[in-house]
């Protein structure tokens, strides 16, 4: 009975490199969220994804931050040129469809050196 | 534009005390709002749900909350704190199901031996 998948727990990475953050949803979720958290600011919305569709990208920076939800695997959120201000904890929330409960699961911590 | 406050960053309670995490939240349409709470390194774990039904809504662990249109509020209560409560606590709201949940900033609970 796995719950939502992130890999990996922790990510260290130098600044102008890429980071690559992957979620696999609980079996059976067709609709996946990836959100930010900061310290003292809560979760920011970030992207809405079911497969092969971005529902939502409201809350993704314009630049260098991308997401997709392929028909086949996990969903994968990549930052490229990453800096210092990318350094949060990464959440994946998926659910069974619309209106029905998030399931997170445990982040990835994204520290930017 | 839906939002949630959260009224106090840190709530410390003593064992056995009672539990009030308060929350206001702020939508033009009838809302959809959640708890959830956050053990450290972990994410987020679903406490309760209000989706239009009973205004009292019980939830695992003893929690519940309860909707007030009115006020628009929708605390969490616990009638006795356990040691094993701390944690942070967010509430969220939405309206619809393509809509993604808004979180509020979080109230981290403190339980006193």
């Known amino acids: 009975n796995a719950g939502v998948m992130q890999n990996p727990r922790h990510l260290v990475r130098r600044r102008g490199q890429e980071a690559r953050l992957r979620c696999s949803p609980m079996?059976?979720?067709?609709?996946v969220y990836w959100y930010r958290q900061l310290p003292e600011e809560g979760l920011k919305f970030m992207v809405y994804?079911?497969?092969?569709?971005?529902?939502?990208e409201s809350g993704m920076p314009k630049e260098r931050f991308s997401a997709e939800f392929p028909k086949e695997g996990p969903s994968i959120l990549r930052i490229q040129q990453v800096v210092r201000g990318d350094s949060a904890a990464y959440f994946c929330?998926?659910?069974?469809?619309?209106?029905?409960?998030?399931?997170f699961g445990n982040g990835t911590r994204l520290t930017v050196t | 534009a839906q939002s949630v406050t959260q009224l106090g960053s840190h709530v410390s309670v003593s064992e056995g005390a009672l539990v009030l995490l308060r929350c206001n939240y702020s939508?033009?349409?009838?809302?959809?709002l959640f708890w959830y709470v956050q053990y450290p390194n972990q994410g987020l774990q679903l406490l309760l749900k209000?989706?239009?039904?009973?205004?009292l809504v019980k939830g695992i662990n003893g929690f519940e909350a309860e909707f007030k249109k009115s006020e628009t509020s929708f605390h969490l209560t616990k009638p006795s704190a356990h040691m094993s409560d701390a944690a942070e606590y967010f509430c969220?709201?939405?309206?619809?199901?393509?809509?993604?949940?808004?979180f509020g900033k979080g109230t981290r609970l403190s339980v006193i031996a």
């Open positions: 929330a998926s659910s069974l469809a619309d209106n029905s409960p998030l399931h």
């Open positions: 079996k059976g979720h067709s609709h």
């Open positions: 994804l079911q497969k092969e569709n971005i529902i939502d």
């Open positions: 939508s033009s349409v009838p809302p959809y």
């Open positions: 209000y989706t239009s039904a009973a205004t």
């Open positions: 969220a709201v939405t309206y619809s199901g393509n809509t993604p949940l808004v």
